[in-house]
T-cell receptor, first 112, second 114 residues
Framework: QKEVEQDPGPLSVPEGAIVSLNCTYS??????FMWYRQYSRKGPELLMY????GNKEDGRFTAQVDKSSKYISLFIRDSQPSDSATYLC????????????FGAGTRLFVKA | KAGVTQTPRYLIKTRGQQVTLSCSPI?????VSWYQQTPGQGLQFLFE???????NKGNFPGRFSGRQFSNSRSEMNVSTLELGDSALYLC?????????????FGPGTRLTVT
């Protein structure tokens, strides 16, 4: 079983829809939870990070962490065609040195 | 502020050869991590360097190695290349080792092994 599970999709939605992206994890030591966006032929771009449980909002993006369920989510409101990309969740823990584990990434297509 | 830069951007090598990839972190960032990205395995952690010392290592064979210089620039080396080493190699920098939650990635080096 992988430490971080993420449905690779693809996920296709119409423009303006609310998108929900999710990851589950097994390691309770994870403390930081991140979301990255990766466009084709580019490196991942950090969208936001959250420490421990709770919600964090940044513009059209909201990240949620539920440590009791080992479940994290990223919501995108009013999705745009420019949001079409692969979204990667990532988590890190201090286990004698920080190591970041990434999910497989979910490919998102937003249709105009 | 300039982002993370990686050179070269594309590379084609033959099985058995070795390769060296270079990464320049964001100015002021002292931690550099390397990742391998493939369609089948996704993003996998190779190693992290901080203050010229390898602080953390992923589950890759010893053919994969790296180093960091006093100006925080980093190189990774892969010896005796195999076909399975074909991948996008990404470098990411963060301010400190403990701020790995805020990593900034370079564009990557696409390595093709024939």
């Amino acid at each position: 079983q992988k430490e971080v599970e993420q449905d690779p999709g693809p996920l296709s939605v119409p423009e303006g829809a609310i998108v929900s992206l999710n990851c589950t994890y097994s390691n309770s030591a994870f403390q930081y939870f991140m979301w990255y966006r990766q466009y084709s032929r580019k490196g991942p771009e950090l969208l936001m990070y959250t420490y421990s449980s709770g919600n964090k909002e940044d513009g059209r993006f909201t990240a949620q962490v539920d440590k009791s369920s080992k479940y994290i989510s990223l919501f995108i409101r009013d999705s745009q065609p420019s949001d079409s990309a692969t979204y990667l969740c990532a988590m890190s823990a201090n286990t004698g040195g920080f190591k970041t584990i990434f999910g497989a990434g979910t490919r998102l297509f937003v249709k105009a | 502020k300039a982002g993370v830069t990686q050179t070269p951007r594309y590379l084609i090598k033959t099985r058995g050869q070795q390769v060296t990839l270079s990464c320049s972190p964001i100015s002021g960032h002292r931690s550099v991590s390397w990742y391998q990205q493939t369609p089948g395995q996704g993003l996998q952690f190779l190693f992290e360097y901080f203050s010229e010392t390898q602080r953390n290592k992923g589950n890759f064979p010893g053919r994969f190695s790296g180093r960091q210089f006093s100006n925080s620039r980093s190189e990774m080396n892969v010896s005796t290349l195999e076909l399975g080493d074909s991948a996008l190699y990404l470098c990411a920098s963060s301010l400190e080792q403990s701020s790995s939650y805020e990593q900034y990635f370079g564009p990557g080096t696409r390595l093709t092994v024939t």
